[in-house]
Nanobody
């Protein structure tokens, strides 16, 4: 059974940084691409970042490109999201997911964590 557990969320001032982690278990982590999505209150869950199985290819939503960095450590079965220069529009619950196909669509992911809350104060 695939299990994904996010951590690292919290309250940060605008312009600050946070690093989210997603620890995976129950499957061969290094065989799968992973992604991060976020969902703000009253909004649909939206794509944030993607990383392929080896970490050699990454892809970002335009809204976070140049500010966020996705990475992974296959020895630790963990994917990370380094968030820099946080803006007032970034607060949301952030989720990691296991990717099977479409990179930027929820339907391309078959497993999700419970999410971690990110709050940005202005």
């Amino acid at each position: 059974q695939v299990q994904l557990v996010e951590s690292g969320g919290g309250l940060v001032q605008a312009g600050g940084s946070l690093r989210l982690s997603c620890a995976a278990s129950g499957h061969t982590f290094r065989s799968y691409a992973m992604g991060w999505f976020r969902q703000a209150p009253g909004k649909e869950r939206e794509f944030v970042a993607y990383i392929n199985w080896s970490g050699g290819y990454t892809y970002y939503a335009d809204s976070v490109k140049g500010r966020f960095i996705i990475s992974r450590d296959n020895a630790k079965n963990t994917v990370y999201l380094q968030m820099n220069s946080l803006k007032p529009e970034d607060p949301a619950v952030y989720y990691c997911g296991r990717n099977l196909q479409d990179i930027a669509r929820m339907g391309g992911y078959d497993s999700w964590g419970q999410g971690t809350q990110v709050t940005v104060s202005s």
